[in-house]
């Protein structure tokens, strides 16, 4: 009985993501046909045309970006459990979420373990980038006139640790309890499903959130994982 209505709450989640990833994409889609249409014009000079494009990029990386941000949930069990470099998903994080960074004119620093040593755990690959770009996410969109998004991973008491820090608008204590929790958004566009996603995935890993925030001063993700070699 409980695990049915666990099922039939996942599917509407998954159906009311889906609605919510189709109107977000629908949009740079809308613009980026309207600029291609404009290229047709015949007096069209070189300044316009570059601008132009530049923002059909933009959208369209925008578009790519929603769609990454939800990759995971459409893919279908099983998952695929296996060995996950820590050093190399934060390089792919950073190169992920650096489109949205600069679009906001955020900078982000990885800060990586300073003996080279690699850190790994165990888990599957897609969920868990899944799990680590809605949280940067959050922190990017934490951070509306620009900022520094901090990426770091570490060996703490033999365990991996991921640190996500940004120096954005912060969160009271209250916020930070309702994290994770479905529909708490409190953005405009919000989905609200975001950190539910992300911490439903590291909890099954096996992994521990730690979060400490503070208004106008910024937020820190502590994730820490057993480590494996
Ligand atoms: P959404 O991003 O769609 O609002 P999430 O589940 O990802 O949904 O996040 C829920 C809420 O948690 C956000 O609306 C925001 O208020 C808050 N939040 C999460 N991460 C941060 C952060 N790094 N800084 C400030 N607020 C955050
Ligand atoms: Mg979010």
Redesign the pocket.
Known sequence: MQEEMIKSEKSKIVSEMAAAVAHEIRNPLTTVRGFIQLFGTDDLDKQKREFYQKICLEELDRAQLIITDYLSLAKPDPEIIETITINDEINYLSNVLMTYANYNNIQINRILPEDHQQLRVVGDRYKFRQALI??G???I??LPDGGVLEMQAACKNGQAVII?R?N????TPE?IK???TPY????E??????????FGIIKKMSGKIEIT?ELGV??E?TLTFPRVN
């Open positions: 809605n949280i996410k959050n922190a969109e934490a996500i940004d954005g608008i912060g969160m916020q309702r994290l994770g708490y958004s409190t953005k566009k919000g989905t609200g499903l975001g950190t539910m996603v992300s925030s910024g937020t993700y």
